[in-house]
Every structure is written in C-alpha cells, then in structure tokens.
C-alpha cells in the first residue's frame, strides 16, 4: 500500500494535537500538588523554615480573622473571589484556574505548612513536574509580611469551614438581628461596617462597592431615583453583578439572604420614610417580548444610533464620543458597557433584562432611563432586538490549542484581507497583572481574538482586540474610524463649512497602545515553559511587540520582568499593519519560520507544539511597563 508524504503529515499532525488537547485538559483541570509533595526545609527571606509540624506563630482569634479576610480582599480576591471557589473577577482569564478552597482536596485536607509554602512561593515553586509556570498563583515572599501570611491562612480556612457547616445549620425565621451578623461575616469587608462602601476591599473593588446609606440601588425593577423593593435587594445579593466583584451568595441559606434584605434597609433613612409615608413600590412590568422581525431591528438600529451610540459607540464597542467626557479611564466603574460581550451585562443578558435595564437606567452612572414619555413599549424592543444582534448568542470558548492554518501564495498584511474571513476565530481571555508591582486591577482590554496562517516559509497572526479609545497618532500612519456624534436635529443643523472646526494634528498620547506576542526562545514546550511574565534567567522569552507610536512590530528579548533588550535594527524581520475601527484595533504581524538568529529568535517547526501568550497594554488608560492585561500560556502547532 502506497503511503504520500502529505497524507502521513496530516495524520501525524492529528495525531499531535490529539495528545497537546489531551495534556491541556488535564492542565485545565490542574488541582496542585500533594502534601507530599512539599519539601520538609523551606528558604524564607534567606532562612531556613522546618516545615515539618509547622504551626501559626499567631494565635487565633476573631481580630486575626477580620485582619486576615481583609488582607485576602486586598491581594487574593481578584483571582479566588469573595467565595474561596477560584472564581473571582479573573478567575476566567488564567489556566489553570486559580484554586478553589472550598474543593475537598483542596487546602482543608492539607496541613497549614502545606498552605503557608504554597502562598510563599506560588507558581515558581511548584515542583518541576508541574509545570510551574502554568501557574499564575505569585510567590507572595517580601511582598507579604510573615504574619500577615499566617492571618491570611486562618481567615482561609476558618471561612471555608464555615461555608461547609452553613449548608447544614437549620435556620432561623428571616430577622434584622441574624441579617446584622450575615453582613458583619460577608460583606462589611467591601461594603464597611455601616455601609457606606467604604470597606477595606473598595479600593479593588471595580466598581466601587454600593454604598447602602443613600440608597441608590442600580439594578431595581422600580423607576428611575426610586427605592428597591425587598426582591430587588434579594435578587442582586442572590445572583450579584457579572463583571465586577460583587459575588453571587446563592449559596448563603434563604433565610439569610432575606436577612441581610431586612438590615440592609436598616442602613438608609430613605426606607424608614417610604414605610413612614405609607408608600408602595411601582413595579415597572416588562411586556412579553414580540416576535423578532427585520421592521423591528431596522427602528431599533435608527434608534440606536440617535439615542445610543454617543456613548456605547457605533458598533456597540463603548467608544461614542461622549465616552471620553464622562468615563474615568483607569477604573472602568462608569464605563460604557461593550455591547459586544454580552457576558459582561450586569443585569443580565436576556431580552427582559435589557429592556428593564433600557425602562428604569443606572443610577449613579451615565445610563439614562427612557421612560413612557420617551420610548413606547415597541421601541424598547427594537432597540432591544438591535442590540442583540451586536454581539454573539453566547461568550466564546478558549481553545487550547491555536492552529496555525495551511495555505498556499503569499499571506497578507492587510487586516481586511478577505482570506483572513476564511480563518478560525480563537478567543483568549485577559486578566490584570497583578503578580508585579506596579499592577493593573481595571483592565479595559480583557480579551484578544486571534487567527493564524503560514505558508511553509512565513507565518502570519491576525488579532483584534477592543479599545474605546484609539491613539490619535495612528491616524497619520493608518486606517482609522472612529463612531462620530449621532446627528444633530435638523433645526440645529448646519451647511455652511466655515462652520466646522478645524481637524487638530494628531499628536501621540503619552502612552502607546501596545500588544505583545510572547513565546519561549527555545520554541518546543518540551523544553519547558519559561515564567509567562518575559521568563526567567534559565527560559529566555522572544516577543513580538507592535505599538501605535512610532507604528510598527519590533522583535524584543526578556529573561525576567525588567530585563528587555530590543533586537538590534538588522535582526528586527517583522512585518506589521494595523487599523482601528470602530472601537477595535486589527493587527497583522509576521514573519520567517525561521531565522539565523537561533539565540533570540523563536523558531517555527511544523508539528511542534509552541507555548504562546499575549500582552496588551491600553495607552490611554496609562498602562506601561509592567501595567497591561495578560494571558496564561496556551500553545499554538503548525498544520
């Protein structure tokens, strides 16, 4: 039987990615290593620590406890969340997932040393077989006072304890007293002791915690300015806010759910005087939805465009005009939302959802209401019908693997190159960098989309990424388009073009936008994966770094987090192009397979698994440096 070279290559190549998917599960599914795993003499700070029966120099008590559940807000919260279950606000951007205290191999069924070397050393001191730069737990030696490690460890295992034993207490009819004690254990730590969003976690909370003494509640079902009604309270601690780090407590009792709505109305005078005045609530009825038709989405996109796109911008991506007048840049606690990720909704995603968010507004926020006065029921559900068909019908999934896509001829440069149309979309999550100072908790940019080709002898990768705000600088050098201001009424319209302003020369903001491609210098992951922050002394990263200023893709080298070297200008062979459209940057860059430049270049090999991970940096919000979103390594094969 005749075998072609073709055929064999395929099969092989299937072969490959079958066994990559099969090691990235279980990667996926990572847990950490056994307490046997952990060595019995530990190097703390230049001394030798005996892990053997290691116990807490502190004593315990509800003082420690408190400190210690603070000093997790302030530096655990993002990535194990307010629950101990890995899922905080970052917990979808980092493979392996951050680890869940509450699973029953977790940290409850280990010694108290096994917790404290894991926190003092975090992913770097994995045992090698674990691939320790998977992790992106950081090794928290200096950063942390000894003591306050140990606060920490208590607070961790007596909240997770009490998670355990709260399904199993029988509960008490719903009282101002026992919501009193709920809030005190779960909330006081964002929310402050009396409520005024002043707790010891508000300064990474995004955004700011509520502050329940004055009582503006977002996500009500009555008007606009008005109070919640007890199921509104009940509904937002029950289900909390996608997208920021306020936790669902669905797993709190019911009883203490409806506790906590009975002390929370205890916090603002504003329910005292709605009980005192003999007042109801006037509950905002959404109408079933109709039936979606092409009238309806063409009414609602007219709509949208007058009413919307000022700030949520044309394409829905938050970058209207208006966005830059009433946004604070580094937190994202008012920003626009992106419409595009319907994940990210608040509320909620649903038609129902939007329509009641688009009927009653946000209180606190840019978000208006648009009452009866406004809107009639029928217009609200065509702006409803347009905006979902801004967005996909479900949040993306994160292959494991990228795949470099085979095709013959040349590969383009330009990002709306129709054959780039033909290609697979990979999704890949972003989170803050955390892990190093200076860090960035209010990443913007929380995702890129990635395709890839080559050609036998170039590869080539197109991303996009979203960005409210373009550097004004690429407007000398590229395609930009930006959503302009809804149009005005005809009676304050203008023909006359002297009336128009002068365009401004565009000058570079003080920060560039920024991504970087990285990958390991050595390029097989066999070799091991260097540390994903640009690698160690021992795992020498390449990265591909395009910025909007001066506009163009430049070859960089890393052995560490401060220690990028650019390439020198004869070894620099990337390609690059970029436009800025509506809110999202597209970029191409590529380059040979391989290099001469063994040393510091990563070489391409089909066939080979190759780790790959991704920094972006948002300019206009003043990252730089160390600030930027990240990725957890992924891997990429050549088909």
């Known amino acids: 039987m005749a075998f072609n070279k073709s055929r064999i290559q395929i099969w092989l190549n299937a072969a490959i990615i079958g066994f990559i998917l099969a090691l990235c599960g279980q990667a996926y599914a990572f847990t950490g290593p056994s307490a046997s795993d952990m060595p019995s003499v530990l190097e703390v700070e230049g001394r030798q620590v005996s892990l053997k029966n290691l116990s807490s120099p502190i004593a315990e008590s509800e003082q420690t406890i408190k400190e210690g559940a603070e000093i997790y807000i302030k530096n655990c919260v993002l990535c194990h969340g307010d629950l101990l279950d890995g899922k905080g606000l970052f917990g979808d951007s980092f493979f392996p997932r951050p680890a869940n205290f509450l699973h029953p191999q977790s940290v409850l069924s280990k010694p108290l040393s096994y917790t404290y070397w894991r926190i003092m050393k975090g992913g770097p001191g994995l045992p090698e077989r674990y691939n320790p730069w998977d992790s992106a737990m950081p090794a928290w030696e200096g950063a942390l006072k000894e003591e306050d490690v140990w606060k920490v460890i208590q607070y961790i295992y007596t909240a997770a304890q009490e998670r355990r034993k709260s399904k199993e207490t029988p509960q008490a009819e719903p009282s101002v007293n026992r919501g009193s004690e709920v809030y005190a254990k779960n909330c006081a730590v964002c929310h402050g002791d ?138 994202d606690a008012i920003w626009p939302r992106n419409l595009s990720k319907p994940w990210k909704f608040r509320r909620g995603d649903k038609r129902k959802e939007i329509f009641l968010t688009l009927r009653t507004g946000l209180s606190l926020t840019a ?242 698994s190759i780790p790959i991970a991704f920094n972006v940096w948002n300019g206009s919000a003043g990252e730089t440096g160390s600030q930027k979103s990240i990725s957890s390594w992924f891997s990429l094969i050549l088909e």
């Open 194 to 331: 009396t409520g005024g969003g002043d707790g010891p976690g508000a300064k990474i909370s995004s955004p700011f915690p509520r502050n329940f003494i004055k009582g503006h509640i977002k996500f009500r079902t009555t008007p606009f300015g008005k109070i919640p009604t007890d199921e509104d309270l009940f509904n937002i601690i029950t289900e909390g806010t996608p997208g920021t780090t306020m936790p669902a407590w669905k797993h709190l009792p019911e009883n203490d759910r409806r506790s906590l709505v009975l002390y929370l109305k205890t916090l603002s005078k504003k329910f005292a005087k709605f009980i005192k005045k003999g007042k109801t609530h006037k509950v905002i009825v959404v109408p079933d939805p109709p039936a979606f038709t092409l009238a309806s989405l063409e009414r609602g996109k007219e709509l949208f465009i007058k009413n919307c796109s000022a700030c949520h911008g044309v394409k829905g991506r938050s970058d209207g005009p208006s966005t830059k007048k009433i946004v604070n840049l580094p937190t």
């Open 367 to 608: 978000m208006p209401r648009f009452s009866q006065r406004i809107f009639k029921d029928e217009q609200i559900w065509d702006l409803v019908h347009y905006v979902q068909t801004l967005a996909p019908s479900e949040k993306p999934e994160t292959p494991p693997i990228l795949k470099v896509e085979r095709t013959d001829g040349a590969l383009p440069i330009d990002p709306n190159h129709p054959l780039w149309q033909t290609m697979d979309s990979n999704f890949y999550p972003l989170g803050g960098q955390i892990i190093q100072s200076k860090k960035v908790q209010y990443p913007i940019i929380d995702n890129v989309v990635v395709k890839a080709m080559h050609n036998d002898s170039e590869i080539a990768f197109h991303i996009h990424w979203d960005d409210p705000t373009v550097d004004p600088i690429l407007k000398k050098f590229s395609e930009v388009v930006e959503s302009p201001a809804p149009p005005l009424p005809a009676h304050l319209r203008s023909d006359d073009p002297e009336d128009e302003e002068p365009a401004e020369e565009p000058q570079p903001q003080k920060f560039p936008d920024s991504i970087a491609i990285q990958f390991p210098v050595s390029g097989n992951s066999s070799s091991g994966k260097p540390y994903f922050l640009n690698g160690d002394a021992k795992h020498p990263v390449n990265l591909w770094q395009w910025s909007s200023y001066p506009m163009k893709a430049v070859e960089v080298n890393a052995l560490g987090v401060d220690t990028l070297a650019t390439q020198s200008e004869a070894s620099q062979t990337l390609a690059s192009k970029a436009t800025f459209n509506y809110g999202r940057y597209s970029l191409v860059i590529k380059r040979q397979l391989t290099t001469e430049d063994t040393e510091n270049d990563t070489q391409f090999h089909a066939g080979q």
